[in-house]
């Protein structure tokens, strides 16, 4: 059973537009949700990360929005540019000492 | 944020050899540290956790005898592909916390390709 559920699969932007990636879980023992960004051959590297008791945190252009009733969070990154395309992951903290759950990933591509 | 190191990037071998792969953290201590599989453009499969001075813990379906795990230090460890086989290619990456049980996060090595002909 996948613990975190993130779509989509692949998405296309234009450059300047808003990336939208959404995860779901339902644990409500997760204590802890970081984005990770991955480009081909290359570990994944944090991009951002949100605690339950927040519900919006902004680094830039990149943003996380928590809602925890809904268990449910995403990415939005503005002002998309082409080096952002990657794949991001979604990931949740269980309690059982630090491990992670990812989500399947969202290939993004951005067009010039 | 806080480095992980991996060694090789990429090994090809023959089938039948081990290989080992190294993980280090470079700037801080890693009483865990976590390895995971990653096939061409799917997620990361979690194989095990490495608990230092302890005996690894495996996720369900990971052979402990085909992927041995040695923690031997708080920045170093090691996992060893025993007699590999062309299924055993894959992508492997390692991760390690600054802060296990404290609210840390996971930071993670470059990863080893690895190719069994």
């Known amino acids: 059973q996948q613990q975190v559920k993130q779509s989509p699969q692949s998405l296309i932007v234009q450059k300047g537009g808003i990336s939208i990636i959404n995860c779901a879980y339902e644990?409500?023992?997760?204590?802890?949700f970081p984005w990770y960004q991955q480009f081909p051959g290359k570990g994944p590297a944090l991009l951002i990360a949100?605690?339950?008791?927040?519900s919006e945190k902004k680094e830039g252009r990149f943003t996380i929005s928590f809602n925890k009733s809904a268990k449910q969070f995403s990415l939005h990154i503005m002002d998309s540019q082409p080096g952002d395309s990657a794949t991001y992951f979604c990931?949740?903290?269980?309690?059982?000492?630090?491990?992670?759950?990812f989500g399947s990933g969202t290939k993004l591509n951005v067009k010039p | 944020g806080a480095v992980v190191s991996q060694h090789p990037s990429w090994v090809i071998c023959k089938s039948g050899t081990s290989v080992k792969i190294e993980c280090r953290s470079l700037?801080?201590?890693?009483?865990?540290m976590f390895w995971y599989r990653q096939f061409p453009k799917q997620s990361l499969m979690l194989m095990a956790t490495?608990?230092?001075?302890?005996?690894?813990?495996?996720e369900q379906g990971v052979e402990k005898d085909k992927f041995l795990i040695n923690h031997a230090s708080l920045t170093l460890s090691t996992l060893t592909v025993t007699s590999a086989h062309p299924e055993d290619s894959s992508f492997y990456i390692c991760?390690?916390?600054?802060?296990?049980?404290?609210?840390?996060?996971?930071?993670f090595g470059p990863g080893t390709r690895l190719l069994v002909l």
């Open positions: 990931a949740a903290r269980g309690s059982n000492f630090n491990k992670f759950y």
């Open positions: 644990n409500t023992a997760f204590d802890y």
């Open positions: 949100i605690r339950p008791d927040v």
């Open positions: 700037d801080f201590q890693a009483t865990t």
């Open positions: 991760s390690a916390g600054e802060n296990p049980r404290g609210l840390g996060t996971q930071y």
């Open positions: 490495s608990n230092e001075g302890s005996k690894a813990t495996y």
